[in-house]
């Protein structure tokens, strides 16, 4: 959802570069589309939804509005609603990947995971789509909740190729995990912990392939990281748990006075 925020924002200041051509109509639209925006970020949906609204009374061929009523009505959970303007926008430019993944979110939390994965292969059907790894990590999360591992794993492959990111990283080794690709999970978490070292999400998972894979004293050196980055976190206290099953010695000697 961040994402689609930060795409109606960028469309927005695309709009404020106006010449002297445009109409008088054209810029009241746009008034009313940025002060929709403003109280979209203060939250206030239901004004949000008039301003927009009277964007779209005033200037109908403008998708920036239908595309933001569409975000709102995603974020108050009235996917009909959202579904109807995203389709909107579509119709006025069909080339629009942001709103044809927007589209694909909605149809995932709904479960309908073929109209989601129809919608998310027309994203990714515009070359000129800027940020193509975001609709590959919706695909690759499609997949894994229908557990097709090998499909999410290509998924998140190529999203990785676009943008090689922590959360990517993460998805896409959980996948090999699942596939029973031990040996190139770790090497993928072992990216991980190179890119963000102090994430304690990324250890714990790198700790757990390399157990998988028989690698016990390796996999006690990732968990005690984990405990010694983010001491009271869950996730500390998951490794603590294992340091106590692989390293019960250890563990009398730390309570011994």
Request: hydrophobic share 35%; proline share 3%; net charge positive.
């Amino acid at each position: 959802m961040r994402r689609a925020l930060a795409t109606i924002l960028v469309l927005a200041l695309a709009g404020c570069a106006t010449t002297g051509t445009t109409t008088d109509k054209t810029k009241i639209a746009e008034g009313y589309y940025e002060r929709g925006l403003s109280h979209l970020q203060t939250k206030d949906y239901e004004k949000a939804l008039v301003e927009f609204q009277r964007s779209i009374n005033t200037d109908s061929k403008n998708k920036k509005p239908y595309y933001a009523m569409g975000m709102v009505y995603d974020l108050m959970g009235k996917y009909d609603e959202a579904e109807k303007y995203y389709k909107e926008c579509i119709n006025i430019d069909a080339e629009f990947s942001d709103a044809h993944n927007a589209l694909g979110t909605i149809y995932m939390k709904q479960k309908k995971w073929k109209e989601a994965l129809k919608s998310f292969q027309r994203a990714l059907s515009n070359k000129m789509y800027a940020t193509p790894h975001i609709t590959y990590v919706n695909m690759g999360d499609v997949y894994m909740t229908l557990e097709d591992y090998p499909k999410a794993v290509e998924a998140y492959r190529e999203a990785k190729r676009y943008a090689s990111q922590d959360y990517i990283i993460s998805r896409l080794g959980m996948a090999l995990m699942k596939s029973g690709s031990t040996k190139e999970a770790i090497a993928e978490f072992q990216d991980g912990v190179v890119l963000t070292p102090k994430n304690p999400d990324m250890r714990l998972d790198l700790a757990r392939a390399l157990l998988k894979d028989g690698n016990k004293r390796s996999a006690l050196a990732e968990f005690r990281k984990v405990v010694e980055l983010a001491p009271q976190s869950d996730n500390a206290r998951i490794a603590r748990d294992y340091i106590k099953t692989l390293d019960p010695d250890a563990a009398k000697k730390r309570k011994a006075p």
